[in-house]
Structure formats: C-alpha cells, structure tokens
C-alpha cells in the first residue's frame, strides 16, 4: 500500500516518448511543478499535454514547450503564453481549444468510464465540425469523446503514503477529475503525512487511483498576473 517514491525523478521513470498526460492545475495555481521540471530534464518528446492552459513563458507547461517536448496540447486556453501563439501560428504544435465546461466533462467521463456524451455546447460553430449532431427537446447537442491519459500529474496540498489526497482551494478545479482519467497518476504533495491522519470525510482523492506519490522539494507558487490596489 505505500506509494511513496524518493522523488519526481523516480516517480516520471517510465514516461515514455509521444505519451499523452493529463497536467493539473488551473493557470499557475496548483500545478504540479517539480513533475513538470523533472520531465524537462529526462528529456521525453513527442508529447501530447492535457492541461486548461500551457502555461506561461518560463512556468508550468510553458517549459515543456521551450524545451520542444510538446507535439499537442489539448486546453481551454491560450492565455499568457506569447510562445505557444508563436507556435501554433508557424504550426510547429498542434493546439485543440475545447470550451471549458466541455474539457472539465470529457475528462470526467473518462474517468467514470464513459466513452462520450452530448451537450449543446458549441453546436453550430467551428467546436461542432467533423462531430456527430444529434437533436434533444428540439435543440442541437455536439457528441463528444471521453479524454483519458497515459499518465496524470496531479500536485496536492496534503497525502498520506497510501495515496490518498486532499487539495486546497483552487488547486481543486482540475486536478481531482484528472487523477482518476489516467493509467498512472503521480502526486507530488506539500505535505507527505501518515496513513489515518487526514479525516476521511475530506479525502478529495482516494487512494485507489494514486500510483506514486512524492513530497515535492520546491514550490514557487508563481502568481501569472499580480494585481495590487492603487494608493488612495
């Protein structure tokens, strides 16, 4: 039952070249950052990320796309990232926006094992082409597919050596639905504690869809736009 490997290093040992992973976090927040820098050094390319956003120039994913390891990233969006727009207009990555209600739901449902759904979300636009329509009570729903990875890297604020998570705040938004969308998911935590010492009613996570888990060495916790309140 103890999952606990030494580092991120150990714990990315076999992702391999042109593996699809699911990256937790919503902007900067609650990304897991030392799984992100411990894959820029092994190296691995041909990448396909899952992620709401890429990033920033220098930060979280944006790494991976400086480093040339990304073939695809699959998001919400583009945000910050001025390399990922430079990137996708010389066509050296493919980009798939999906509307975020829709990402939030295929990963979910390839986490319940749900193959697709419908939902009316992006019926007659560009989000619908090439997608199968289909009519309920007199309105339009695009069919879309479950999204499922080779890996998840997920960042938790608390884990026990078990595998079992609980996160804090915005770090909640995606990482909890991409834990359970994968075939390994790894955690890298703030606080690596023992078995029954977090409160089972507030285990986010449970421990069956953890693989690996590690306390994490450094947290920047960059903020992607600092806003201050002008002096009165």
Same mark, same amino acid.
């Given at each position: 039952m103890n999952k606990v490997v030494a580092n991120a290093d150990e714990a990315i040992r076999d992702v391999f070249d042109g593996a699809t992973i699911l990256v937790g976090g919503f902007g900067l927040c609650g990304n897991p950052e030392n799984l992100i820098r411990a894959l820029v050094r092994k190296g691995?390319?041909? =990448?396909?990320?899952?992620?709401?956003?890429?990033? /920033?120039?220098? =930060?979280?994913?944006?790494?991976?796309l400086a480093a040339g390891q990304l073939r695809r990233h699959i998001?919400?969006?583009?945000?910050?990232?001025?390399?990922?727009?430079e990137m996708i207009l010389q066509k050296k990555?493919? =980009?798939? =926006?999906?509307?975020?209600? $829709? +990402?939030? #739901?295929? *990963?979910?449902?390839?986490?319940?094992? @749900?193959? &697709?759904f419908f939902t009316p979300t992006g019926a007659g636009t560009v989000v619908a082409e090439g997608k199968e @329509?289909?009519? !309920?009570?007199?309105?339009?729903?695009?069919? #879309?597919?479950a999204i499922r990875g080779d890996f998840a890297f997920v960042k938790a604020w608390k884990g026990d050596?078990?595998?079992?998570?609980?996160?804090?705040? $915005? &770090?909640?938004? +995606?990482?909890?639905?991409?834990? $359970?969308?994968?075939?390994? $998911?790894?955690?890298?935590?703030?606080?690596? /504690?023992?078995?029954g010492e977090l409160d089972p009613d507030? *285990?986010?996570?449970?421990?069956?869809? /953890?693989?690996? @888990? !590690?306390q994490g060495e450094v !947290?920047?916790?960059? @903020?992607?736009k600092r806003t201050v309140r002008k002096a009165s």
């Open positions: 691995t390319k041909n =990448l396909t990320t899952i992620s709401n956003n890429a990033g /920033v120039d220098g =930060l979280g994913i944006g790494l991976l998001g919400t969006y583009v945000g910050e990232n001025k390399l990922l727009e990555i493919d =980009l798939e =926006l999906v509307p975020q209600g $829709t +990402f939030s #739901e295929r *990963i979910r449902a390839g986490g319940a094992g @749900i193959p &697709a @329509i289909r009519e !309920f009570d007199g309105r339009p729903h695009v069919m #879309e597919r050596k078990w595998g079992n998570l609980v996160y804090r705040k $915005t &770090a909640r938004n +995606f990482n909890p639905m991409m834990a $359970t969308a994968a075939k390994i $998911t790894i955690a890298e935590v703030e606080h690596l /504690v023992e078995p507030l *285990i986010h996570t449970p421990s069956v869809y /953890v693989k690996r @888990i !590690f !947290f920047e916790k960059k @903020i992607e």
